[in-house]
């Protein structure tokens, strides 16, 4: 292994990463984190004497999506310097070893790494049927989630079937999928929501992490507030046609040529947070209303019941002032909920407790609560 | 005999486990296991057809969009709906784009890793390897003094000793045979594909917002609005040229990177010419219409079967020959587990009967996969790149004659060369490349009709739901990176009643039907020598030429056997 006197500095020196080159990702990954530039020098130090981190990155009932979605970081440095920042020693879509090989390296992380190293968890676990629906090397998901998520120093959920059982735990939830958190509980962990997770986020967690041995400040959902924060239909460029009344009523029809407000085609932008619409995708090259499709709040907790059908008008937009909260959009929403549409999900979404806490059989009927006057 | 376990079968998609047996050194029986399932079809069934894309396209993130061009063409189907020119073009394009860039990460990402061992090439010459690099391509980046610095890295991390996803490889495996300037080569491609594919894919970000899993299908078009005097819109002039530099750069890449190294490589492995054939049968759907998409003629890769390696005959494609078996599947059927059904009027009714975990093997005599073994007219077939290669080959389509003989003659190796491991991966290299230079005449088309105009991009006529017929059933497929793909959608009183897919890596992936037929990978696998039972290298040469897919393969269905109109596939 790594000898004490081998700092990453010299490691990434080594494989021809400049100062020059980290001191930029760094101040990228601020801007990101939305931390001021005075803590780069320390970021720079943290991430170039640091012993390089084990991370692990799992993968249950997934789709492989969020992998995808990290090679494709969208920060051009991004993929090479997280990298270069951590070990990263488990990853079944690009690691070397297979089988025994592949199995070995968790027991070894497990016991040799014991509370220092970090865990990724990509997809749903699931529960029911004794956890069969998902086996790995003749183990369950369950068990291997159980054992390295609760030996890890902390757990970072990415993607929504990982957050909170995403697309696999919509109704019926044939398997009993739950998120890492329900599945696992009592762990540290951190959920980079979204379908897929933005890798520019998860990247910029990673930092914090490696500057200051800490998480990022996260909100009810345990995700972080510099992500999840802020309504997407305040960030959206599309926002002044909204608010002067210009609306795609048709695909195709002279306004969507125009990049006019999508709201009256199903766009979920005032319902949804996430800073998509500012960190975007694929190297800051668009995002989706940008293509001119509505947003489908992938963000937002239990979003394919409680979002869906997503092409139907959400029922009420509070949106008057430039500034709604997420709150404000919640009260707004409870409004509707006393005119008699079921909102148990939306609720569910707003209410300031720390997870959404159903279970599986609990689950919500296919098409949610999400627009019901198209 | 020694059973071989190699679970997880890492470097695909997915959660494969394979289970071999050897005999005198070689695989004398195989069976392969999908070990995970979710059930999006049953999540499917009530839902609003119109958005059952944004759904499906979640089977699978790495052949992101394959299942969402599929399922909008079922459900266009069932309601009878023309797509505009435009929303054929840019489907193409996504599509096109998606098949050049999985090729290529499967190539240097998901597949070099057996054939190139990362520490030899800390052996070579980088003198030498530049001399190779200039000789088998015009490649810019070919220097000594870049290959040292190449070389300069890999030493860096190996002296960290912190070896990252390379740590747990088969380094120093007898199998791996090529000269160390070969390796060091193929280690600084495998680092330019990485940052090529990153920058490529951003195609996907201006046709589709994002990828993986872009979102601008539509059913009834595209939503990716055209106007040439509109900056807001999202097909401008400005976004065609940025498109059309990103495919010459692709075109580019294919050229100078992967099919050098495809034909470079090859000959020094030439056992695998003779290992891996497997089933012989060949399946393709054929797709990528250059005009009329409900005629074959028109697509790029032709519609077709061969049968028994005989590329004398082509055989025309009957969807109403199409069955699946769970006879060795962990799901029930009425009517008896023997039975094989029509995928529309499949049937799944999950119920696992293996081994409780942790276990150590699965019992192959009984249940052992997620996965059913489609059969097509009572047979196991495989598809995919070689498929298409095959069934073009047979059928006569010139680029695809051309292309193939081409490889042939540089390799010195006759047809039948084709049937093998390293088939696969040439018929790969081939078809990235015709489907790299397709990509610029669809871009060609789609600027010419925004130049003149011609912006429809959706037809509206049945986007009100009040505008379908009480019921309706309709068939989509599409000819995805890993082989043929069909989604069948029956609609009920607006919402899905039913759905279902058949999925490539089913089809290859699948395991023994009621007759004890084995799938593509068993079959493949058969006589295969491993050098080393703990290393089983050999047997992830082979799977991985197939490039697994595994979250796509594992689907379910649940019909109520209602009475079902066979789609039209000619």
Redesign the interface.
Known sequence: ???PE?TLGE?L????VTRRQLVKFCSAMLGTLAMPERYLAQTVAAVTKAR?P?LVWL???????????M???SHPDV?EAV?DL????????????????????LERVAREEKGKYLVVVEG?I?TA?????????????L?IATQMCSNAAATIAVGACAFDGG??R??????G?LGVHEAVPGIKVINMSG??HNPVNTAAVLVHYLTFHDLPDLDQYNRPLFAYGRVIHDQCERRAHFDAGRFVT???DEG????WCLYKMGCKGPEATFNCPIV????H?????????GC?ACASPRF?DNM????NRLPNVPGFGVEVSAGQVGTGLIGIAAAGVTVHGILRTIRPVPYPGDQPGADS???GTAGKEN | MARIVVDPVSRIEGHLRIEANLDGGKISDAWSSGTMFRGIEMILKGRDPREAWIWAQRICGVCTMVHAITSVRAVEDALKIEVPENARIVRNLIAGAQMVHDHVVHFYHLHALDWVDVAAALKADPARTSQIAQSISDCDKSSAKYFKGVQQRVQGVVASGQLSLFASGYWGHPAYTLPPEVNLLAVAHYLEALAWQKDFIRIHAVLGGKNPHPQSFLVGGMSTAMDPDEPAAVITPERINFIRDLVRGALKFVNDYYIPDVLAIAPLYKDWFGRGEGLGNFLAYGDYSSGDQSDPKTFLFPRGIVMGRDISKVFPVDPAKITESVAHSWYEYSGGENGAKHPSQGETVPRYSGPQAPFEHLDVNAKYSWLKAPRYDGQPMEVGPLARMVVGYASGKKEIKDAVDGALKALNAPPTVLFSTLGRIAARALESQLMARALEGWVNQLEQNLAHGKTAIFNPIRWDPDSWPSSAGGYGWHEAPRGALGHWVEIEGKSIRNYQAVVPTTWNAGPRDAQGQRGAYEAALLNTPVADPNRPLEILRTIHSFDPCIACAVHVVDAQGREYTIPRVA
């Open positions: 292994m790594l000898s081998t490691a020196g080594s494989r021809g390089k084990v993968q249950f009932q997934d789709c492989t999506g969020c992998s995808e979605s090679l494709r970081s993929a990298l951590l070990s990263w020693e488990y990853h079944e879509v690009v690691m070397a070893g297979a089988g025994d090989a592949a199995n070995k390296v749903a699931p049927e004794n956890g069969m629906y998902c086996t790995i090397g003749g183990r369950t998901a068990d697309l696999v919509s109704s019926p939830n044939p398997t999928a379908c897929p048709e695909w195709g969507h040529r125009k990049g975007q995708w694929n190297d090259t668009s995002w989706p209303i940008r293509a001119g499709h489908i394919w869906s059908p997503f092409y009927a296919p098409g």
